[in-house]
């Protein structure tokens, strides 16, 4: 059983301040792309996790990685043992601020339920994910969507559709470290920082489908974050808005970076300019919006 699963950038991510849990309440406009990882789940004694791809190296396979996890709680809940072998084939960068192990995490939920037969109401399903995650919610119901609370209560809004290019940085982020250089830097300078809300004009330039006026509305709370504990990003940002990227910005808590072009053959150029520019590992395109975790046709 095959699932594809889709990566998401925050077209906006306003961040509130830390709440008495550790969590951050978010006004935060996922939007899923097309760049996906696909989770195989066959029968097997004993739960095993395999991954393959260009960063498969740094994905954990043990208890810690959100596919075992999901497996774990739906067999649980279901009065199962999970015995499974979970292989994920991944291409969503790994730490890179693009919910890559959520988006395993969604995926393997979903292709054990079909596995199990069990099929668990989805209401139920999106209740697991926010038990996984506060990005894994919204892996599985893809396209566009508001997310508060944590992240992790979503209401669908609509998007036209926008081409993107992902510069992937040489090191990943820990998304906790990000949380806590927000709080650092809102603590130093001694901000109060106000509640989390979603912006009108972002909303209703993503339901446009204009890219300018998109442009002019994305924002990330946690890019001066991002940015204090990998300055070099600023590099990269830079080298894409000079490579005619019409805007560019941390996604989510980095440290890939995001950049909203006009088309696909902007996006082309985009990336070549910045795979030139040394400042990023790799790069990757994308449309948006994509649709969310998905079994394949068998
Ligand atoms: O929900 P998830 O386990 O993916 O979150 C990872 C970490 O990111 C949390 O432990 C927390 O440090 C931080 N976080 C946060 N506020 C959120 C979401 C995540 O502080 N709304």
């Avoid at 070099?232 to 980095?254: C, D, F, I, K, N």
Wanted: contains cysteine; glycine residues 10%.
């Amino acid at each position: 059983m095959t699932v594809r699963v889709p990566a998401k950038v925050n077209v906006q991510l306003a961040v509130g301040a830390a709440r008495p849990d550790g969590f951050h309440d978010l006004a935060n406009v996922f939007l899923a792309v097309s760049l996906y990882d696909e989770v195989t789940a066959s029968a097997a004694p004993g739960l095993t996790v395999t991954c393959a791809g260009p960063d498969a190296d740094q994905v954990p396979l043990d208890r810690t990685n959100l596919a075992a996890r999901a497996a774990e709680i739906l067999a649980a809940r279901s009065g199962l043992t999970p015995d499974v072998h979970l292989h994920i084939a991944k291409n969503i960068p790994v730490a890179g601020g693009m919910a890559g192990g959520s988006a395993d995490g969604a995926a393997a939920l979903l292709a054990c339920d079909a596995l199990w037969g069990l099929k668990t109401p989805r209401a139920e399903l999106l209740d697991i994910c926010a038990v996984l995650g506060s990005d894994v919610p919204f892996s599985l119901l893809g396209g566009a969507a508001l997310g508060t609370g944590r992240g992790e209560v979503l209401t669908p809004v609509p998007a036209g559709t926008f081409h993107w290019v992902f510069a992937v940085a040489e090191d990943g982020l820990s998304t906790p470290a990000v949380f806590r250089e927000f709080d650092r830097l809102a603590a130093e300078d001694g901000r109060t920082v106000p509640e989390p809300q979603a912006s009108p004009g972002l909303l209703a330039a993503l339901a446009s489908g204009d890219p300018d006026r998109l442009a002019g509305a994305l924002a990330n709370d946690l890019q001066p974050a991002a940015l204090s504990l990998r300055p070099h990003l600023a590099r990269t940002l830079a080298a894409g808005t000079g490579a005619g990227a019409l805007a560019a910005l941390v996604s989510g808590s980095g440290p890939t970076t995001a950049f909203l072009v006009r088309d696909a053959r902007a996006a082309a150029e985009v990336a070549a300019a910045l795979e030139a520019s040394a400042t990023c590992r790799t790069t990757r395109t994308a449309t948006s919006p994509a649709p969310g975790a998905t079994v394949l046709p068998g």
